[in-house]
């Protein structure tokens, strides 16, 4: 009974108070159009989510099956991987028709009904825009193969002879030998800073820049939001001042945002650029001109550092050296991607730490910088590291972005070439198939094997289990909504006491948020102090903190995460 009354007061007193937060904060969120700002974003593969024919892949009809569960789980907005007419050498990221979509994915019409649909739940949609080149399929490159006098000739860049640093500057070494290759049509080598049937698009031609933006237009009339943008290095670097240290076209970023936001004010561009801080900040533009939003991959590797060896120095200096940004832009953040995990700028001696840990086996690791695994392999199957690392992600400076099949511990396929490992169809339930198609074959093969089997690991199964991680991942993607102060506040480190503990300070509106990770496996006590000596609202557990002597003194458990508000008098 007196258990129930305390309930019951507690109930009284903190609950309004939480609320009451909430409610200013939303207000702060309507005076402005960041919408990235505080959006989860889910990146998905159509081909392998859901197949509604039974032809082995994944369409946009199955998408649309699925939207609800998209809705249900918290998604703000979907970032499509390519889903336009393509050889597939490269998974899609070789173009081969930029205005259709992949006809095994459906039709105009299924495409219309699923950005309908997807609005009709208040989710919007990204897409990748792959310019930097195309596929050499591509009628462009056909053409300009054709002829030297073809009028796309200089959409692609040409050398007459093989020039001195060919076999420099490879993006996939062990898979690349050069970034020339000699076209046997017409007798000229052609550039190419990916796979040698990827050749890159020539930017210092404006037809090419006024082709680019026609693309834009026409996916923001089909109802698109904005656009991952893909290779963005190497769309604005001028290949002929070399591909070592080459001159960089930051204009046109600012451009293609401004074309972009003169046809839907609200549209937004994602970059993908694993380049320095200080490099970055030309991308977001000096007044935020530029594209709104980049991932954060140097945030991202130093991550990883911290959770394969508990040593957060590197971390935090990472994430006080991104926090200089102008207003409008954001940092995406994320764990895994369809890509490697990318540690090129640790030290050797940190990768090689990070190797030990999460990738020890040649076979789990590529292009001599990364780990082509799933999260959940990585750090094998352990929850508790599992949660950390998401509750992590959701509480970070930025926008979090997750990877289909990691909010369920889907597993990678090592026996799959280079980054298709982690590019497995989606795991609805133990049926043939996981659930994916109706197929004797899924057109590529879904997990059945180990702790990461379909038969173990998939939607149908968690959904029911209040325990799994997927009820776990839903209710912290509800946490981190409840909290915009970290998409759209200031924020700063906290000296939390513990070598192992992250601890992270926001404001916004006369808000505060305290989030405390602790990257050790062992328990670790947090100590702070806060102005004011206020009391700290745990958000997860009933576990409000009451500053003593002047000090909140707060127990971690091993990889424990701990989110408070603080409360107000
Ligand atoms: C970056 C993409 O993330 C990757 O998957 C792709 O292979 C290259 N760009 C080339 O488009």
Known sequence: MKHVFSTLLLAILILPRICSGQDRLATVDLKNNYWYKNSIIYNLEVGVFKDSDGDGRGDFQGLIQKLDYLSSLGVDAIWLAPFQPTPGKDDGYDVADYYTIDEKLGTGGDFAEFIYQAEKRGIRVIMDLVINHTSDEHPWFKNARASKNSKYRDWYIWSEKLPKNHDEGMVFPGFQTGVWKLDSLSGEYFYHRFYDFQPDLNFT??????????????????GISGFRLDAVPFIIEIPKTGTEKPKLDYKFLTDIRQFAQSRK???????????????????????????????NFFANQHLFYALATGKLDPFKKAIRETKRIPEASQWAHFLRNHDEIDLGRLTDKQRQEVYDKFGPDTSMQIYERGIRRRLATMMGNNRKHMELA??????????????????LGMGDDLRLRERISVRTPMQWDDSKNAGFTTADTAFRPVIDFGEHSYKKVNVAQQRRDSTSLLSWTTDLIRLRKSCPEIGLGNYKLIEAGSPFIFGIQYE???????????????????????????????????????????????????????????AKD
């Not at 090419?208 to 693309?215: D, G």
């Not at 694993?274 to 939003?293: A, K, L, R, S, W």
């Open 390 to 407: 998401y509750s992590l992600l959701f509480s970070l400076p930025g926008t979090p972005v997750i990877r289909y099949g990691d909010e």
């Open 265 to 295: 004010a609200d549209a937004a561009i994602l970059g993908e650029a694993n380049v320095t801080p200080e490099e970055n900040e030309n991308y977001f533009g000096g007044n935020g001109d530029g594209i709104q939003m980049m991932f």
């Open 508 to 566: 916004l509106a006369g808000e505060t948020l305290v989030i405390l990770h602790n990257f050790s496996d062992k328990p670790q006590r947090s100590e702070f102090t806060m102005n004011g000596n206020p009391l700290l609202m745990d958000l997860i557990n009933k576990n409000d903190q009451k500053p003593n002597a002047g000090k909140h003194t707060v127990n971690m458990p091993g990889y424990g995460y701990k989110w408070f508000r603080v």
């Open 205 to 222: 031609n404006p037809a090419v820049v006024q082709e680019c933006q026609r693309i834009i237009g026409f996916w923001l009339n089909q």
